[in-house]
């Protein structure tokens, strides 16, 4: 139940497409839901995050759609660029409970964007 | 830099030998927490403190893993004994307590057992 299923394993997508990654949850206490870029050699960055009470949320190129009945949400990489060409993970956590950020990441998505 | 900041960046051991990570958070950050890493997997929870009270442990920090924060200010991680399977990133992340804050990450130390 503290699983968080993240697909697909690897993404190849042509300069200016659209990049869209898959994360499901089953815990239903989780109450906030961060993704990470992580480029080789370094820690995770933080991209965007969304909580459960807004089903979109968008920051430039980057936008989380959250379903929360289905318990899924989704990184969407509008336009592209070789430049994102990262490892993205999902996360989540229950801070409402655990008043802490202990993170439940996803197994990561190996995005490459061809130039 | 005002980053959270993990010495070494790699550390390459001999199994049964005992080694110490550090980590410095960001300065005003009262929350610290420690992630392993392993190759092609997403990081998972180890241990976390608030200043310097440990708070929770994962199952996955066994005897022989222990942290502290003696001041509330770094963290250091020491593993006695390593084994092969301790090899692994090992990730620092530092946040404010409250709500809508961002945890950030060290740039991790890559431990290598021989």
């Known amino acids: 139940q503290q699983q968080v299923k993240q697909s697909p394993q690897s993404l190849i997508v042509q300069k200016g497409g659209i990049s869209i990654i898959n994360c499901a949850y089953e815990n239903t206490a989780f109450d906030y839901f961060p993704w990470y870029q992580q480029f080789p050699g370094k820690g995770p960055a933080l991209l965007i995050a969304i909580r459960p009470d807004v089903s979109e949320k968008k920051e430039g190129r980057f936008t989380i759609s959250f379903n929360k009945s289905a318990k899924q949400f989704s990184l969407h990489i509008m336009d592209s660029q070789p430049g994102d060409s990262a490892t993205y993970f999902c996360a989540a956590s ?3 409970t655990s008043g802490t ?11 490459k964007v061809l130039a | 830099d005002t980053g959270v900041s993990q010495d070494p960046r790699h550390k390459i051991t001999k199994r049964g030998q005992n080694v110490t990570f550090r980590c410095d958070p960001i300065s005003e950050h009262n929350r610290l927490y420690w992630y392993r890493q392993t190759l092609g997997q997403g990081p998972e929870f180890l241990t976390y403190f608030q200043n310097e009270a440990q708070l929770e442990k994962s199952r996955l920090l066994s005897d022989r893993f222990s942290a502290e924060r003696p001041k509330g200010s770094f963290s250091t991680l020491e593993i006695q004994r390593t084994e092969q399977g301790d090899s692994a ?16 990450f ?9």
């Open chain 2, 89 to 104: 990133m090992y990730l620092c992340a530092s946040s404010f307590g409250g709500i809508d804050t961002e945890a950030f």
């Open chain 1, 101 to 111: 950020y202990k993170y439940i990441f996803g197994t990561g998505t190996r995005l």
């Open chain 2, 106 to 114: 060290g740039q991790g130390t890559r431990l290598t057992v021989v």
């Open chain 1, 94 to 96: 229950n801070f409402a």
